[in-house]
């Protein structure tokens, strides 16, 4: 985020921003949405949560709306990690040079395309039921480009968007890794509660193409969405604390010894794009929107579209495999 934010923030201060608004509202209209959201979905590749905070500059109250709650389908930099380690481990190689690295960015961006198209239609259905309403006239006054002043746009940066967000973060995670710790080192009749618990949920995760593991991690990940990996690595090896692999071939495979597939590595992609928002982005939508209704609704829509997805892909990749 300290990279991504000043970055944005210099794109954002020579006026080039405001053009990508402009040229896109008229993608956004045939949702019935606002070209204002490109700038918002463009902060949700930083964070989520800031993200939705950037949705203030949505004058439509039933706009601000649609793209707080579509935001998520954008992949935060809490996402990318896991997304470019599962691509290069099943489908690329954990070899280097320059045609994987090219083939690695293209499946990468094949996904980002997927979550985008996603979004619009995500952001129609919205605008036909819950949220209906005509697209807003776009005003917007273009202004001239001009030279970024480095200086303010790194503080402004730094301190409006990445300190604020980790802030957040640190307040939702620092409890929810006590609940982790827990769920790992008390056992019961031999087994962790980590074990129970995953255990109960594996059938409905197989129908999903993911394993009882793999799903109860989403869930526990839920304070930050990096930490995913870290706890289906410790539920695997029966640790007690949350692990870290170096290796991209010993941890894939640590994965296929407990039955990865190319199936399973799709299915941990695509609801690692469209399961619900960190608890963090959750308490931005909250109070940005002065409601847990639609604190609800934000979690409720990604989590079943994601469901919905990964129960279709697998579905038709076991018949065809």
Aim: with cysteine; hydrophobic share 55%; aromatic share 10%.
């Amino acid at each position: 985020m300290a990279i991504f934010f000043p970055l944005f923030t210099l794109l954002e201060d020579s006026g080039y921003l405001p053009r990508i608004a402009f040229n896109l509202d008229r993608v956004y209209k045939k949702c019935s949405a606002c070209g204002k959201q490109a700038l918002t979905m463009c902060m949700g590749f930083g964070c989520n949560a800031a993200g939705v905070i950037s949705c203030r500059i949505i004058d439509s109250p039933r706009e601000r709306l649609i793209a707080v709650i579509t935001n998520n389908f954008v992949p935060c930099n809490g996402r990318f990690p896991a997304i470019i380690a599962i691509i290069s481990m099943f489908f690329i190689g954990t070899s280097a040079g320059f045609g994987v690295s090219l083939l690695s960015a293209v499946l990468l961006g094949g996904f980002i395309v997927f979550g985008i198209v996603m979004i619009f239609m995500i952001s129609k259905l919205l605008s036909m039921t819950i949220l209906k309403g005509e697209p807003s006239s776009f005003t917007l006054e273009l202004p001239p480009y001009r030279k970024p002043q480095i200086g303010q746009v790194i503080v402004r940066s730094i301190l409006d968007r990445t300190l604020f967000v980790l802030g957040r973060a640190v307040v939702v995670a620092a409890p929810a890794g006590l609940v982790i710790w827990f769920m790992a080192n008390i056992s019961i009749e031999g087994l962790t509660l980590l074990s129970h618990i995953s255990a109960f949920l594996d059938p409905f995760a197989k129908l999903l193409g993911m394993d009882g593991v793999i799903l109860l991690a989403f869930i526990l990940g839920l304070p930050a969405n990096e930490i995913v990996i870290p706890i289906i690595i410790m539920a695997y090896l029966a640790q007690g604390n949350i692990l870290e692999i170096d290796s991209l071939s010993v941890l894939r495979q640590l994965l296929v010894d407990n039955g990865w597939t190319w199936i399973t590595a799709v299915s941990v992609i695509l609801f690692s794009l469209m399961h619900w928002p960190c608890s963090t982005t959750l308490l931005t939508i909250k109070k940005e929107t002065a409601s847990l209704k639609w604190a609800a609704i934000s979690m409720i829509i990604p989590t079943i579209t994601g469901i919905l997805i990964c129960f279709v892909f697998a579905a038709l990749a076991r018949l065809i495999s």
